[in-house]
């Protein structure tokens, strides 16, 4: 297998505070890793370096092959490449739903309008909201524009799609709705990093799970170890939080 996305040794520094402290981390085509890690620890700052919406301070990050130096001028490529989802679904609240799927790929890739309307349709009937086509974001509920959200970053053909707890701000009824989607695409083989709490969800549809903590990787394994093996004391009592018992 080859690898889509190299991350070596990054660091990443907000003013005097240390963010990334040497990250590395390899994910080949086709991979679902799964990040999780305390509040604070710097999972979205990574993601965000992916997506060169962070400058790095240090490191190298290779995509396809491709170094991401915000000093080149291929960023838009890059973006193009790695899609985003945010906790804040972010659709433009004055576009129709069919309009926030299809402007990206007219404007920014200049693709065809009506294969873009019948692929945009298609993703649509996919996630079950083909009645919401003409229909503008307030009018959703917060299940419904994320996975507008989503389908919204496939327009665009990424290579890897970087999720960020996607289902923070949902009630629950709305999460599973959502999930269900991420795990069809896992199942189709879509490449992903995903950073979310639901630690169930993870396992389910991790091919790798990563522990970050203090800007660093502290553990890596499969699912199965990771969840019922911990090696370290910090993973062991970061998935103890998740759960309550009475005194
Ligand atoms: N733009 C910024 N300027 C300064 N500090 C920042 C900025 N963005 C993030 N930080 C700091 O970097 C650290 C890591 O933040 P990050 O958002 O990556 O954490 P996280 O792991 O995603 O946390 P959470 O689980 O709460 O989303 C935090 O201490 C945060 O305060
Ligand atoms: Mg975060």
Known sequence: MSKVLEIKEITKNYEDINVLDGVSLSVEYGEVVVIVGPSGC???????CLNALEKIDDGEILLDGELINPGNNNLSRVRQKIGMVFQ???LF??????QNLTLAPLHVKKADKRETEKEALMLLERVGLLSKK?????QLSGGQKQRVAIIR?????PEVLLLDEITAALDPEMVREVLDVVLSLAKEGRTMLIVTHELSFARAVADRMIFIDGGRIVEEAPPSDF?????????????????????
Request: aromatic share 12%; no cysteine.
């Open 88 to 90: 804040s679904y972010e």
């Open 227 to 247: 969840f019922e093996k911990p090696k370290s004391d910090r993973l062991r009592k970061f998935l103890d939080s998740f759960s309550y018992e009475k005194e």
């Open 93 to 98: 609240p004055h576009k129709t739903v069919l």
């Open 42 to 48: 710097g999972k979205s700052t990574l993601l965000r």
């Open 153 to 157: 970053a496939l327009m665009m053909h």
């Open 134 to 138: 003409d229909s503008y974001p307030r």
